[in-house]
């Protein structure tokens, strides 16, 4: 303890003496009698060191006062002068500091130290565009200052001055010894390159810094997220598998698995999704109630009905409401046409729904019983298919759909009149014009059959006029002018019919019959490729007999 308070006065004894001599200088600067040898007691070295060693011992504010005093008596001092700005710098003064540094630079403008005190000072004054000067030139001039490099690339991104930016960080890479560096660096540079959508040299970027930590899981999430970005799913997908040899820590083994599992349904391979999904359900934090859901609608995915039936009535068991898990449910049977067990699901649903829910289960019903009826007509049973569109009505009587089935129906009954009524109909309802062009070609079909000529020319005209590239609507045109010997016109129309359609392949016969008369050979073409799209085409088979027959002849 003595030992202590002897080495505490010793020292103090010290800088007492330290201060007096220093405030003897500065008296003696200030000089009283004014004669000469009075002036200056110490020498240009004498006030330098001095000003040198308190810098040097952070006595900031006594290097202030002596190079001061010293200064407007010897204004012409450089080197005191830039003490005096790092002085201010370091005491935080930034504008005396940037004053002393433009002094000094008027008369020394290569000074690289005193430049570097003044880029400081405009940086921590946020003055950034003067700050990016200063460092350019310092940059320009010490190109291997690692320091100076870094805080010029910093200052360009700071300014989203992103090219600049990445060419000085490329820089400061090859400047950096230290692997540590280089990958924080690289990082940097990877960030900056995907602002810059230089999509490439971001890969390079992070591909370096993974050569320096391979397993580091920050780098090859952000790597995988950018292969999702430009859609590479299947490097995206193994550079997760990887992941998954040293990822630990819950958290991203979750990011993981779930990424893995979007992915491989983004790709649409659905057994691989069950796979993951089911990984899935081990890990901490994963939603156990929803990724089973998913199952189920990746089981539906691949047609295997049955077992994603099987999970959602399990799911809809355990949860409280349930009121998506069921609407998935009775989809599901929809799509096996178990018609009546999807009605029960909804009817179940309607019992204890919201004003909400039930609005969207009355839409849904009307639906169910819109495909159902559909169901009935393909194996024409037209009773009960009508019987199915008038309980649709029940729901939602405002669903064109509805009618459109019903002229359907009609027409397969070959009740064109009835089908013209029901469809004007569809027509009617149809407020967004969604279904407009299909509405229009089943009119034009249905006038048709009626002989109602003028009537089909104005439904395909309006077709034509919503939607020119309708390869029915202009299939259609074609026979239209067909039958009126407007040769021209009905070229012209099975020709875009095909463009817009290159399978319809009534209209590459209709066209090879124009052809006949004056083209045999594209005639022969597509009669030609007609057979390639459908063998057993008959009218194709004799036409094309017909035509090569009388080649012969």
């Given at each position: 303890?003595?030992d ?18 220093i ?16 002036e ?26 002596l ?73 320009e ?43 924080d660096v ?22 370096r810094?993974?050569?320096i ?19 590479n ?60 859901n998913?199952?189920a ?9 049955g ?9 809809a ?22 018609y ?50 008038k ?97 021209k016109n ?18 590459k ?11 045999r ?5 597509l ?27």
């Amino acid at each position: 303890m003595a030992d202590t308070n002897i080495i505490i006065i010793i020292v103090a004894f010290v800088v007492a003496i330290g201060a007096i001599y220093i405030l003897y200088s500065i008296i003696l600067f200030q000089g009283g009698s004014g004669k000469k040898g009075d002036e200056l007691q110490l020498s240009t070295k004498n006030i330098l060191d001095q000003v040198e060693v308190l810098f040097d011992k952070k006595e900031y504010a006594l290097v202030q006062l002596l190079a001061t005093k010293y200064l407007d008596r010897v204004p012409s001092h450089i080197d005191v002068r830039i003490y005096l700005a790092k002085a201010y710098f370091e005491d935080r003064k930034y504008n005396q500091a940037i004053r002393q540094c433009l002094t000094v630079l008027k008369k020394r403008p290569d000074d690289l130290e005193t430049r570097k005190v003044l880029g400081s000072c405009y940086i921590r004054k946020q003055a950034t565009t003067k700050a990016i000067k200063e460092y350019e030139y310092l940059f320009e001039h010490s190109k291997n200052d690692k320091d100076i490099t870094r805080t010029l690339a910093e200052l360009y991104r700071e300014t989203d001055q992103l090219y600049s930016s990445i060419s000085i960080y490329e820089v400061l890479s090859d400047l950096l010894d230290i692997e540590d560096e280089v990958a924080d660096v690289q990082s940097i540079l990877a960030e900056l390159n995907e602002q810059v959508k230089d999509y490439p040299a971001a890969f390079e970027a992070y591909k370096r810094r993974l050569g320096i930590y391979p397993n580091d899981v920050d780098t090859n999430r952000k790597l995988t997220e950018l292969y999702i970005k430009i859609k590479n799913y299947p490097v995206a997908i193994e550079t997760l598998l990887y992941m998954l040899t040293f990822v630990t820590d819950g958290k991203n083994l979750l990011w993981v698995y779930e990424t893995l599992v979007s992915l491989y349904v983004e790709s649409e391979d659905y057994e691989k999704a069950i796979e993951y999904s089911e990984k899935l359900l081990d890990i901490q934090g994963s939603d156990k109630f929803k990724v089973r859901n998913d199952i189920a609608a990746y089981n539906i995915k691949l047609n295997r009905l049955g077992e994603g039936i099987a999970i959602l009535e399990d799911l809809a068991m355990m949860s409280q409401n349930g009121f998506d898990v069921t609407l998935e449910l009775a989809d599901a049977y929809i799509h096996q046409k178990e018609y009546q067990k999807a009605l029960e699901k909804y009817t179940l649903l309607l019992d204890k729904a919201t004003p909400r829910e039930a609005k969207t289960v009355n839409l849904l019903l009307c639906e169910l019983y819109i495909k159902w009826a559909v169901d009935m007509s393909e194996q024409n049973k037209f009773d009960e298919s009508f019987e199915y569109l008038k309980n649709a009505t029940q729901y939602n009587t405002l669903n064109p759909e509805i009618y459109y089935n019903v002229a359907k129906n009609n027409y397969k009954k070959k009740d064109f009149t009835a089908c013209v009524e029901a469809i004007n109909k569809a027509l009617e309802y149809d407020k967004q014009n969604e279904y407009k062009s299909k509405y229009l070609l089943m009119l034009s079909e249905a006038h048709h059959q009626l002989g109602n000529f003028f009537e089909e020319k104005k439904a395909l005209t309006d077709l034509l006029k919503y939607d020119d590239k309708n390869p029915e609507g202009l299939y259609r045109v074609g026979l239209m002018y067909t039958a009126q010997h407007d040769i021209k016109n009905a070229e012209d129309a099975f020709k875009r019919a095909i463009l817009y359609n290159p399978e319809l392949i009534q209209a590459k016969y209709n066209l090879a019959l124009l052809y006949e008369s004056n083209n045999r050979d594209k005639a022969k073409e597509l009669y030609m490729e007609v057979l390639e799209q459908d063998p057993t085409f008959e009218e194709a088979k004799n036409a094309l007999a017909d035509l090569s027959t009388s080649d012969f002849f």
